[in-house]
């Protein structure tokens, strides 16, 4: 890979706060509406939690608010108000609060909070204590400047009062304050002490932009050292005296039982130490994971059928498809004008599979439970729910629930999900010791909460200079916030997430008719956020099917887009610089195409144009990608770089290769054999553009995945006529002739030379 993001110029004069993308129409995993007064959010100040936390953290001299702690040796601790899974926002984070707080990000150690909504809780997401939703950022950006504003304040309080100086006369730089007439110095640490007797600032004034010297600039993550030399520790890394590792098997079927277990085999096994039960999984506990493994194959077990029995995907897409044609739609997005307009009707349909998040670390969790009391190490992204379900479980409050958030091999939405958590504590409950529960990666990908299955209906009617005059939408799913959120539900009954980068399209028309149809999945088959959730699907279908108009409308794709947007919007900001980079218009080789989507999803806006050459057979090379984003004002351009990069890549894997099937009432796939991901050698050259922006920061961990199927199929198209109207590609024949359907595989070929 190569290019480089270019570094933004901060015009302090266009800084705004947050907006929400489309006007407010509907943005996934925004759910302050409906929840009421009492949605917690972070302070840049002291609140009543704040002691606790700190006891927990060795009661420095100072700690301010709930992310900065400042020993008497002058250590500057930073507690991470988020969890760090591969997304670089423990290093966003620390570039926020350094910025202000007047250190570098060398002098500062990373720590991970404790479970508390109260002092951590995401004002984006309800208030809880959760990492997702490509909010991590803009939900904290001005909180975390000003919790960094509070304690330099503080500190250059207390070094004024020694020195009996105004304040105004004191800078800050490298954690040292300096009185500027007399070149009199203090540590931090020498006022540590003193600046906790201070009274905390009712105001603070934040830094122009023009002046930051952190934020803005390409630095090293905080948590690479640890990496490269092997000292990071995940959940699966874990060791604790005592502990035991069992190995799970939960009933293949989803909603399926637990019958009889023989497990005399088992249990003679040397290294073997128990075999425990719950309704529907069985474990198998050894000194080791390997054993407990072996132990766990030697099991005979009869599973008992559930209401799934003769469940498969031919029937979930049935009831997907009568519910589109009979069920009640709710409105996401009403016409302004008239609901029928003469011109041509164009009318597609299209489905977006399943799909499972498959992170690197297989869900794993270590759990010790004794009277009274219940302590879990794991990774996971909502560890406030992680303690309330344990709480639940063990019966006991849920203070008494200590859990140990790690550092996450890769969460994607997953870990979202506390269910491996539950299973674990419920293990655990039946042993004196502590108990390691990991999933196999078979287990993971079996029993995944997976993206929902999406079947959606898409017509317009085109004018005589070929723009649609009438835009019709209807998309019918199941719901993951009805499940995990349902608060945040619109009055109506209303998933904003199905409907973003629906509702709020980038182009300009009036007449548009939005409609979300709710069809709930079987008892057992749990739908889960998946890296971008709707706007994956959503963006996938809508500039499918503008790419289509622009072909029955007999124009150039990009500037049939370019004629639909509104002059100056930051939208068709990043289409003309996708645009510019990729050489768009040059012209290509047989069997060889361009794609382009554009979007605003998570808050931000993002054009992708991918390159790929479709060989006789039917294999796809990926040659090029461009993806050009605004996200507003950007924290650090190198973590810009790598998110893009890696999400568009999460999402071309996803768009390629990946959906998961139902047969009998299992799912079908099971490892990297059956659920696989590019290759290296099949990777494209891919160059990320940032446009200069002085707005506040915008979403970014899901932007990247969001965009890269529908860029992907209209090259596709553009390479071959082929309109891809399901996913995954591997599924649609591109071959030239039917006597080598059979050699379309995998659909993808090495990459080889690029030139």
């Given at each position: ?6 570094l933004d110029v901060i015009d302090p004069s266009r800084r705004r706060a947050l907006k929400l993308a489309g006007g407010g129409l ?268 072996r132990g766990l194959e030697a099991l005979d077990i009869e599973w008992r059928h559930g209401v799934n029995e003769h469940l498969d ?443």
């Amino acid at each position: 890979m190569n290019g480089r993001p270019h570094l933004d110029v901060i015009d302090p004069s266009r800084r705004r706060a947050l907006k929400l993308a489309g006007g407010g129409l509907a943005v996934a995993f925004l759910w302050t509406a409906g929840l009421g007064p009492a949605v917690a959010q972070m302070s840049p100040r002291r609140q009543p939690g704040d002691e606790a936390a700190a006891a927990a953290d060795g009661k420095p001299p100072f700690a301010p608010n709930a992310f900065i702690r400042i020993d008497a040796d002058g250590t500057i601790r930073l507690v991470m108000p988020t969890v760090e899974m591969g997304q670089a926002i423990y290093t966003g984070i620390c570039m926020m609060l350094a910025e202000e707080l007047g250190v570098g990000l060398d002098q500062i150690r990373v720590e991970h909070s404790i479970p508390s909504d109260e002092l951590y809780g995401q004002v984006l997401l309800g208030g809880g204590q959760i990492t997702g939703g490509s909010t991590s950022t803009r939900g904290q950006w001005q909180s975390l400047r000003e919790a960094g504003a509070v304690a330099r304040d503080m500190l250059v309080a207390a070094a004024a009062a020694r020195w009996k100086v105004d304040p105004a006369t004191c800078t800050v730089a490298r954690a040292v304050i300096t009185h500027g007439p007399t070149g009199r110095t203090l540590a931090f640490g020498a006022v540590a002490s003193a600046a906790a007797d201070m009274p905390q600032p009712t105001q603070v004034k934040l830094k122009d932009p023009k002046d930051f010297t952190v934020i803005g600039r390409p630095l090293r993550r905080v948590d690479s050292p640890d990496k490269v030399n092997g000292t990071t520790q995940f959940g699966i890394d874990v060791k604790v005296p005592g502990m035991k590792f069992a190995a799970v098997r939960t009933s293949p079927e989803l909603a399926g039982t637990l019958g009889a277990v023989d497990d005399a085999k088992a249990r003679a096994m040397p290294g073997v130490i128990d075999v425990l039960r719950l309704d529907n999984a069985v474990a198998v506990v050894g000194e080791n994971f390997w054993i407990a493994s072996r132990g766990l194959e030697a099991l005979d077990i009869e599973w008992r059928h559930g209401v799934n029995e003769h469940l498969d995907n031919n029937a979930l897409l049935d009831g997907l498809k009568e519910s589109s044609r009979t069920g009640p739609a709710l409105v996401g997005r009403k016409p302004k004008g008239e609901g029928a307009a003469a011109g041509t009707p164009v009318e597609m349909t299209f489905v977006s599979p399943m799909l499972a998040h498959a992170p690197m670390e297989p869900l794993n969790a270590t759990v010790h439970v004794t009277p009274g009391r219940c302590d879990i190490w794991t990774g996971t992204q909502v560890p406030t729910r992680a303690q309330a379900e344990a709480a639940r479980i063990c019966k006991i409050p849920v203070d008494a629930v200590g859990v140990h958030n790690q550092y996450l091999g890769g969460g994607f939405g997953r870990r979202l999900e506390t269910d491996q958590v539950e299973q674990a504590v419920a293990f655990a409950r039946q042993v004196g010791y502590p108990l390691k529960v990991i999933w196999s990666r078979e287990e993971d990908i079996r029993h995944d909460r997976v993206r929902p299955l999406y079947f959606d209906r898409i017509s317009a009617t085109l004018g005589a200079d070929g723009k649609p005059t009438s835009w019709k939408h209807r998309i019918t799913s199941g719901t993951v916030l009805g499940r995990w959120a349902p608060g945040a539900m619109g009055k109506d009954g209303m998933d904003s997430d199905a409907i973003e980068s629906a509702a709020d399209l980038p182009y300009e028309m009036d007449n548009v008719l939005v409609e979300w149809v709710r069809h709930d999945m079987p008892p057992g088959l749990v739908t889960g956020w998946w890296r971008g959730v709707g706007p994956t699907h959503n963006l996938f279908v809508v500039e499918s099917f503008v790419d289509q108009l622009a072909h029955a409308a007999g124009k150039e794709p990009l500037a049939y887009r370019r004629a639909l947007m509104k002059p100056g919007s930051r939208a068709l900001g990043v289409l003309d610089l996708a645009a510019e980079k990729a050489g768009w218009g040059k012209p290509l080789p047989p069997r060889v195409g361009r794609g382009v989507a554009v979007g605003s999803p998570f808050g931000s806006h993002v054009c992708a144009i991918v390159e790929v050459e479709v060989s006789p057979q039917g294999q796809v090379h990926l040659r090029h990608a461009v993806v050009a984003v605004d996200v507003g004002i950007v924290i650090n351009p190198s973590s810009v770089e790598a998110q893009v990069q890696g999400g568009l890549l999460f999402g071309l894997s996803a768009a390629l290769f990946n959906g998961i099937t139902i047969k009998d009432g299992m799912i079908e796939q099971s490892n990297f054999h059956d659920y696989r991901t590019l290759r290296i050698d099949e990777t494209p050259i891919l160059d990320v553009h940032v446009v200069k922006s002085g707005e506040s920061p915008g979403g970014l961990g899901e932007v990247g995945t969001a965009i890269a199927a529908p860029a992907l199929a209209n090259a596709i198209f553009a390479a071959t006529g082929i309109r891809l109207t399901e996913l995954p590609v591997a599924r649609t024949p591109l071959n030239a002739s039917k006597d080598v359907l059979n050699d379309v595989t995998d659909g993808v070929r090495p990459a080889g030379d690029r030139a």
